[in-house]
């Protein structure tokens, strides 16, 4: 089993910063790629960004520019540094990872909770 753990929400005022963390942690995996979803209240879940154990990154149109996915493969964690916050950036933001098991070498999907983000105007 692999468990996703989310950190760094919180509330802040348009134009600030914050940083979200997520650690990976469980039986013996190795990350292939991690990335961060977000979900405003009424609304669907949406792709924010990702990257790849390889190097890649991909955004959203709307947060390109403004947010940096990044992952560490020997921590098994990775983060969302953001940016140039919009009120319209408020949501509860879900932390989303691929890896493949030791044991069996099988690829799995998991999911964090989720951490909340405020972004006042």
């Known amino acids: 089993q692999v468990q996703l753990a989310e950190s760094g929400g919180g509330l802040v005022q348009a134009g600030g910063s914050l940083r979200l963390s997520c650690v990976a942690s469980?039986?013996?995996?190795?990350?292939?790629?991690m990335s961060w979803y977000r979900q405003a209240p009424g609304q669907q879940r949406d792709f924010v960004a990702m990257?790849?154990?390889?190097?890649?990154?991909n955004y959203a149109n709307s947060v390109k520019g403004r947010f940096t996915i990044s992952i560490d493969n020997a921590k098994n964690s990775g983060s969302l540094q953001m940016d140039s916050l919009k009120p319209e950036d408020t949501a509860v933001y879900f932390c989303?990872?691929?890896?493949?098991?030791?044991?069996?070498?099988?690829?799995?999907?998991?999911w964090g909770q989720g951490t909340p983000v405020t972004v006042s105007s």
């Open positions: 990257a790849t154990s390889t190097g890649g990154t």
């Open positions: 469980g039986s013996r995996f190795s990350l292939t790629y």
């Open positions: 989303n990872a691929g890896a493949v098991v030791h044991e069996t070498s099988k690829s799995i999907t998991v």
